[in-house]
């Protein structure tokens, strides 16, 4: 294949958080990277409140998953301080801890559940009275019934990292193709690159497809090896806390409000986010006023005082989910083609281990230990039927 500008030893597919590190992480490896998205350092992390939540979103079966989000959990102070000397910017990193709380008997119940899993686990939890979460966050309701403190829980400002992620992509030699890719290019039975936009064919050895919940949709993907990965709508608030009203909340601050989970995620700019819901809506992104209406109710009953804040903002994002709602990772059953794609609610969790184990499937063909269980082939037919 001859060689011009817009051939690449590697091509993203994929801006977003997922898609950038993967980029940078590649092009450290001395691999001519590009990347082709329209508006680089946007996708769901525009919407993510960037909880590093570990240990208070372990879910029952998801156990496999827990060992990667915690080995991501671990890069993350390194992680992010390579980034801060590499562009000089702050991606937002707080170690400050998550509480979740209950506030009803019902929630507590299921709070207990949620502690004695940590437990079985090997995780580290704490498990408050009521008086105890309201001494921590004084903020919190009268009614909280009791709660979990896991230090170990922390945050990053997801908007943050995204753009630091662009900046060290250009700083390690990333191309940029600023069009979205239309159609994998693919000969010889190989992908070979994209279609873009504009018309730009951008060739390449190998393609990495991250493009969050879109990956399923890419046209010249064969049919059985495109990732069935889906859009999960969330609506997202931000409100500010006026200095007056400082130190709102110390840390994040999660429960499950008539079945619902609304988180409190505080800023150390004096940002609060607020999130999320959960709805299987499709494409729609619309904000709703029934979606804002159940969070800013939710967040009240948790914490009052929040409706004195003004609201800055509205929005809704698509997470990329997949039927076990953990990643796929590596190459796929396609020659040349690489998935990293399917993060689900875990995305800016799982940043920095999803660029280690994407440069590494690039670099030598295989993944590391760590991520076999998330293997883009896991979902094959041929897989499947050997299961």
């Not at 495109?226 to 994040?252: C, D, H, I």
């Not at 989970?261 to 904000?287: K, N």
């Not at 009240?300 to 989910?321: D, F, K, N, Q, S």
């Amino acid at each position: 294949m001859s060689r011009t500008p817009s051939t690449s030893d590697v091509l993203v597919i994929g801006g977003g958080v997922i898609g950038l590190v993967t980029a940078w992480r590649a092009a450290q490896r001395g691999l001519r990277t590009a990347v082709a998205d329209p508006e680089p350092g946007g996708g769901a992390a525009r919407v993510a409140a960037g909880m590093l939540a570990a240990v208070t979103e372990l879910h029952y079966g998801e156990e496999t998953l827990l060992g990667l989000n915690l080995a991501s959990a671990r890069r993350y102070p390194d992680f992010v301080a390579e980034l801060a000397e590499i562009t000089g910017q702050d991606v937002g990193y707080r170690a400050c801890g998550t509480l979740a709380v209950a506030l009803d008997a019902d929630d507590r119940a299921h709070l207990r559940e949620l502690h004695a899993l940590q437990a079985r686990c090997g995780l580290a939890s704490e498990w408050l009275t009521g008086r105890e979460c309201r001494r921590l966050e004084p903020m919190l309701a009268p009614g909280v019934r009791g709660g979990l403190r896991v230090d170990g829980d922390h945050q990053v400002d997801p908007r943050r990292l995204a753009a630091a992620l662009v900046a060290a992509c250009e700083r390690a030699g990333v191309v940029f193709h600023r069009s979205a890719a239309e159609r994998l290019t693919v000969a010889g039975d190989r992908a070979r690159g994209a279609l873009l936009a504009d018309g730009t064919e951008a060739a390449a050895d190998q393609v990495v497809l991250a493009a969050g919940s879109r990956s399923g949709r890419l046209a010249g993907v064969p049919a059985d090896v495109l990732p069935p990965v889906r859009p999960v709508k969330g609506q997202v608030l931000r409100l500010r806390v006026p200095p007056a009203y400082a130190p709102f909340l110390s840390r994040t601050v999660r429960a499950v409000v008539r079945g619902s989970h609304v988180y409190l995620v505080p800023r150390a700019d004096g940002e609060l986010v607020v999130g999320a819901t959960s709805e299987e809506l499709g494409w729609d992104t619309t904000v709703t006023a029934g979606g804002v209406y159940e969070l800013l109710r939710d967040a009240h009953e948790l914490v009052p005082g929040i409706t004195e804040l003004p609201l800055t903002e509205t929005r809704a994002g698509l997470r990329p989910g997949s039927p076990d709602n953990a990643p796929l990772l590596g190459p796929s059953a396609l020659p040349g083609l690489h998935l990293a794609t399917g993060h689900y609610r875990n995305g800016v969790l799982l940043t920095p281990v999803t660029g280690d184990v994407m440069a590494e499937a690039l670099t030598t063909g295989t993944l590391p230990d760590e991520a076999r269980p998330f293997t883009a082939l896991r979902f094959s037919p041929a897989h499947l039927e050997h299961a």
